[in-house]
Nanobody, 126 residues
């Protein structure tokens, strides 16, 4: 059974930092994409960062480029979030997919992913 478990969310003030972690287990594919998405009320899921493997470049959303850094280490995906803004608030959800289904080649789109975690909440207050 595939599981994605996120941790590290919390409440911070504007300009603060948080570090999120996502652990994947039970996935039979050797190579796959992992990504972070942000869910906020009334908005579509926003792809924040996506990475294929340890040696691949990471794709970032324009809204977080330069402030967030994703790092992949095998079955774990980290997200270091610096200089947080109120608009960064939301539930951060981790996703994984091997790509063999060929649903979408844009790995910052939610439809590309088959497996999802339950998320960890981030609240940034001013």
């Amino acid at each position: 059974q595939v599981r994605l478990v996120e941790s590290g969310g919390g409440s911070v003030q504007v300009g603060g930092s948080l570090r999120l972690s996502c652990a994947l287990s039970g996935y039979s594919f050797r190579r796959y994409y992992m990504a972070w998405f942000r869910r906020a009320p009334g908005k579509e899921d926003e792809g924040i960062a996506a990475v294929y493997d340890d040696n691949s470049p990471t794709q970032y959303a324009d809204s977080v480029n330069g402030r967030f850094t994703a790092a992949r280490n095998g079955d774990t995906l980290l997200l270091q979030m610096n200089n947080l803004k109120p608009e960064d608030s939301g539930v951060y959800v981790c996703a994984a997919d091997s790509g063999v289904r060929g649903v979408d080649s844009n790995w910052l789109r939610s439809v590309a992913y088959q497996y999802w975690g339950h998320g960890t909440r981030v609240n940034v207050s001013s």
